[in-house]
């Protein structure tokens, strides 16, 4: 199994305190020791640091975790490989570029028999992952239904979220995926969210002493929700997710959410 | 202007002393401060660092200046904007997947009435620069001619390097284009390249006091390309491309070349 990291919000956020305790867990307090990444969007372009290295010995890592990329959209992933070998081509998150925006993708579990469920035409996979070859899969229903890019995108990823359910009859599918705008999540059994705003309190990591104020960090309008796989502070009220169920988040906002 | 850098390797060879050069150019003794970007292949796999800031000042350029990622193929580029803002999405290179490959892209120069005359349909630009309309075009090209991947990547470099002359005829239009294995390099104006094999020598920068000693730093099988809009280093001989020429290379060695 592998951990997922996502964050919409209404400002431009850093992600540093959430990463640092995701972190923690690739090597040191859990086992996923398959490389990582993480992807900031910053209006239309994102940039991705990758690592098939242990991210608590990455020193790239390190920068990332140092270093407060603001961002409204961020999807991150630490491996635990099950399907492919620890490469880079292997490391999530993957991005396509659909309708001239940037796409991108993680995905935790483990899919069975999807060589032949899950063929694709105009995205192909790069590296020899169940979970790449499903974002292809997805985003290529994605563009059979709409040839041109819809000017609401919500109604897009409800459409995504009801093709999920067939990858979940496939194994175990968690997935986080964003256009930049949105972050859509899935859960099949593992995904928590919550979403800060004020009045802002204290948060302490579960995977470090890092204790932080948000409201020493924020202003009293910031809406910044984080979806990850366990909940990553003790102190706050994270959401568990339900088997099928799925959430949509715009600007730190829930705007919609379904399931089973 | 923006300047170029490129290399072909036959084993996996890291690109800091090169890349220190250009990143001095960044804002320091060149006028290119409207952003950087490299992308490292490893395996099928790339990761690219990029930024919108100088790389001068850039602390993630100041990492990968300090990192030695070894890789076979890289393309970077530092931009002083022409055609479209400093932003994160107009930031080179430029990445797309066909055929389950990464392709990588960055240019130097501008390109005039381009808008009708570079229309794409698979591949559409996410930021609005002459640039990556330009490399959509080219894929869009591609992918018309070869639906399917062939085996033999040569003749599809040398069909995208027919086809740059019709992008010249719009401006300056020097380009690098990768594949993870092949890297194409086409000039209009101002690309430069050399190869460094046994025996190997000193090389100084000219933009920083950086001596190598390239002696100490490889082995005798070793064969290494670097490409760049101007020469990096003032005591080697870098061959000056012409107008409408191009050269191909794989592993370090020159495979292929043509022109006007």
Sequence with gaps: MCELLGMSANVPTDICFSFAGLLERGGRTGPHRDGWGIT???GKGCRSFKDPLPSSESEIAELVKRYP???C???SHIRQANRGAVKLENTHPFIRELWGRNW???????LSQYQRALRSHHFLPIGNTDSERAFCWL??????KYPKRPSNM???????ASLCPTLKELGVFNMLLS?????LAYCTNNLHWLTRRAPFGKATLI???WVIDFQQETTENDVVTVIATQPLTGDERWQKMNSGEWVLFKQGELVSRGGE
Aim: avoid cysteine; charge should be negative.
């Design 207 to 209: 995977d470090s002493d």
């Design 73 to 75: 959209a961020v999807v």
């Design 179 to 183: 256009d930049g705008v949105y972050v």
């Design 40 to 42: 900031f969007y910053e």
């Design 154 to 160: 919500a109604p897009v990823f409800r459409f995504i």
């Design 69 to 71: 990329i603001k961002s």
């Design 139 to 144: 985003l290529d229903q994605v563009r059979e």
């Design 104 to 110: 991108t993708y993680a995905h935790n579990g483990q």
